[in-house]
């Protein structure tokens, strides 16, 4: 099973009563260990969880703090990308390597680097003296 599989799999359990767009993530630890996250939306629209950020939440409860992988997937006509609030938390976890796969459930995909989604990122470096 690919990280694509596993992020269409948990796609299935979005909560999206409000805007249809169900999106399911999988990203894959420095560990080895695969952790996914699908978006969670409230009736306080657009208050959310992003799928990035629930599989992010559910590496860092696990106690990992690094992201060697990442898969997105939804129903839209192009591959979805991670908005910009998901790529800052990739940053925090990840390198600027870091492959990201987006997808949609029409099998059209692309994979980028981090570093291509999020160039000039904001890092831990901007906060040393």
């Given at each position: 099973?690919?990280?694509?599989?596993?992020?269409?799999?948990?796609?299935?359990?979005?909560?999206?009563?409000?805007?249809?767009f169900k999106?399911?993530?999988?990203?894959?630890?420095?560990?080895?260990?695969?952790?996914?996250?699908?978006?969670?939306?409230?009736?306080?629209?657009?208050?959310?969880?992003?799928?990035?950020?629930?599989?992010?939440?559910?590496?860092v409860a696990?106690?990992?703090?690094?992201?060697?992988?990442?898969?997105?997937?939804?129903?839209?006509?192009?591959?979805?990308?991670?908005?910009?609030?998901?790529?800052?938390?990739?940053?925090?976890?990840?390198?600027?390597?870091?492959?990201?796969?987006?997808?949609?459930?029409?099998?059209?995909?692309?994979?980028?680097?981090?570093?291509?989604?999020?160039?000039?990122?904001?890092?831990?470096?901007?906060?040393?003296?």
């Amino acid at each position: 099973m690919t990280l694509l599989d596993d992020a269409a799999r948990v796609r299935a359990n979005a909560h999206a009563p409000y805007s249809g767009f169900k999106v399911g993530a999988a990203l894959r630890a420095g560990s080895g260990q695969v952790y996914v996250g699908c978006n969670v939306e409230n009736v306080a629209y657009p208050e959310g969880t992003c799928a990035e950020a629930g599989a992010i939440a559910a590496m860092v409860a696990a106690g990992e703090t690094e992201i060697a992988e990442m898969a997105v997937i939804a129903d839209c006509p192009d591959p979805v990308t991670p908005c910009g609030g998901c790529r800052q938390k990739l940053a925090e976890f990840g390198h600027p390597n870091l492959p990201v796969t987006m997808a949609t459930t029409r099998g059209a995909r692309i994979t980028m680097t981090l570093a291509e989604l999020l160039p000039g990122a904001f890092g831990a470096t901007h906060m040393k003296d």
